[in-house]
């Protein structure tokens, strides 16, 4: 049986660009960068709106994985980018956030969003759920801890990288219940999945779009979510009306 932790926990996800006149990206081919890799959350939610915006729009738009360093070199590609209104970003509302404040490093500069991008809109947000693998036989929670407890470092779980919502979250339980379990960062929550299902991860936190298939399946079993409500992931994504993209500034 898995339970809700703290509500506030979910991945808001935000479409993000340089400043620039609709004119100048006009009959352009428009680049939709993702910092994490094919197959979760960020990545299913950027196909699903560039493929109608295509259509609403009557241009090109292409999806671009960008991984590595949690999000980290995808935002700064985009960044350096021109700011001429063809290049897009769609990421964690909170990445650099978080990742400055968990992971200090005082040679690595990490960007603010609100200076180095344009903030288009939200497009999402998600609950989060904790996920484990069948064969350990826990059907809960505090079976999963006490396993974890019993068995000093011969655990681990993974994330979808640093600094994002399932490695905080995961890091906080490790502190708050002292936990001696390592931490195993992945490009993306997708490539965690295959480890996940075969037991080499003890947990891994990410949004049910990417594991909720899974859980479905029997592949794996929800321990925790992020929501009192049913964790399933919501419908389809709908992009805003297309009076209201041609309206807007990138």
């Known amino acids: 049986m898995f339970r809700p932790f703290n509500r506030w926990l979910t991945a808001t996800v935000l479409v993000c660009a340089f400043a620039a006149s609709p004119a100048q990206a006009q009959n352009q081919t428009i680049k939709v960068v993702v910092p994490y890799g094919a197959g979760g959350f960020i990545d299913t939610l950027a196909r699903g709106y560039s493929n109608q915006l295509s259509n609403d729009l009557g241009q090109s738009l292409i999806v671009e994985n960008k991984v590595g360093a949690g999000g980290k070199i995808g935002?700064?590609?985009?960044?350096?980018?021109?700011?001429?209104?063809?290049?897009?970003?769609?990421?964690?509302?909170?990445?650099?956030?978080?990742?400055?404040?968990?992971?200090?490093?005082?040679?690595?500069?990490?960007?603010?969003?609100?200076?180095?991008?344009?903030?288009?809109?939200?497009?999402?947000?998600?609950?989060?759920?904790?996920?484990?693998?069948?064969?350990?036989?826990?059907?809960?929670?505090?079976?999963?801890?006490?396993?974890?407890?019993?068995?000093?470092?011969?655990?681990?779980?993974?994330?979808?990288?640093?600094?994002?919502?399932?490695?905080?979250?995961?890091?906080?339980?490790?502190?708050?219940?002292?936990?001696?379990?390592?931490?195993?960062?992945?490009?993306?929550?997708?490539?965690?999945?295959?480890?996940?299902?075969?037991?080499?991860?003890?947990?891994?936190?990410?949004?049910?779009?990417?594991s909720g298939a899974l859980v479905e399946s029997g592949k794996v079993v929800p321990c925790l979510s992020s929501t009192a409500s049913d964790w399933r992931p919501s419908p389809i994504f709908r992009p805003p009306s297309n009076s209201a993209i041609r309206n807007s500034t990138i």
């Open 75 to 210: 935002e700064d590609y985009v960044a350096a980018s021109p700011p001429d209104g063809t290049t897009l970003l769609v990421s964690l509302v909170l990445r650099p956030t978080l990742a400055k404040a968990t992971t200090p490093a005082p040679d690595v500069k990490d960007l603010d969003m609100l200076q180095s991008f344009v903030i288009v809109g939200a497009l999402a947000s998600s609950p989060l759920m904790m996920s484990i693998p069948p064969s350990l036989g826990i059907k809960d929670f505090k079976g999963l801890v006490a396993r974890i407890k019993a068995e000093p470092g011969k655990h681990s779980y993974g994330s979808p990288g640093p600094g994002t919502p399932g490695a905080i979250v995961g890091a906080l339980l490790v502190k708050q219940l002292g936990l001696d379990i390592a931490h195993v960062p992945y490009r993306g929550g997708a490539a965690a999945l295959p480890d996940l299902m075969s037991g080499v991860l003890t947990w891994m936190i990410d949004t049910p779009t990417g």
